[in-house]
Nanobody, 120 residues
Framework: QVQLVESGGGLVTAGGSLNLTCFTS????MGWFRQTEDKAQEFVAA??????NTKYSDSVQGRFTIRRIGSTIILDMTKLKPEDTATYYC???????????????????WGRGTQVSVSS
C-alpha cells in the first residue's frame, strides 16, 4: 500500500513563501495538484523518479520548485498569489509523457491534501 502524507500548508500573505512536503513510501514519479471548490483539479508540478526531470504548469512556472530528497517530495512555493489558494494534493504514479504537463490520469495514488491560503 502506497502512503502519501502531505504537510506544510497554512496561511500566508501575498508575495510570501511556503513549503509543502509529501512523505512517500513509493518509488514512483511524483506530482502536486491543487483544487478549489469552484475550479477543476489543476496540475501544479511533477518530478520523474529516474531522471529527476520536472514539469510545471504555466501558472506556477518560475515561482514554484519541486524537488525530491529521499522519500520526501518538497514543493517550494514563492511569490505566492491569492489565486494560489487551494487544497494541494500529493500524487504518485508511473505515467510520464513528453507533454508539458501531466494529468490526474498519470497518477494512481493520492494524499489527503493540505490547505494553502494566500491573503491579499
Amino acid at each position: 500500500q502506497v502512503q502519501l502524507v502531505e504537510s506544510g500548508g497554512g496561511l500566508v500573505t501575498a508575495g510570501g513563501s511556503l513549503n509543502l512536503t509529501c512523505f512517500t513510501s513509493a518509488r514512483l514519479n511524483m506530482g502536486w495538484f491543487r483544487q478549489t471548490e469552484d475550479k477543476a483539479q489543476e496540475f501544479v508540478a511533477a518530478i520523474a523518479l529516474t531522471t529527476g526531470n520536472t514539469k510545471y504548469s504555466d501558472s506556477v512556472q518560475g515561482r514554484f520548485t519541486i524537488r525530491r530528497i529521499g522519500s520526501t517530495i518538497i514543493l517550494d512555493m514563492t511569490k505566492l498569489k491569492p489565486e494560489d489558494t487551494a487544497t494541494y494534493y500529493c500524487a504518485a504514479g508511473r505515467g510520464w509523457r513528453s507533454a508539458p504537463t501531466l494529468t490526474a490520469g498519470d497518477f494512481s495514488f493520492w494524499g489527503r491534501g493540505t490547505q494553502v491560503s494566500v491573503s491579499s
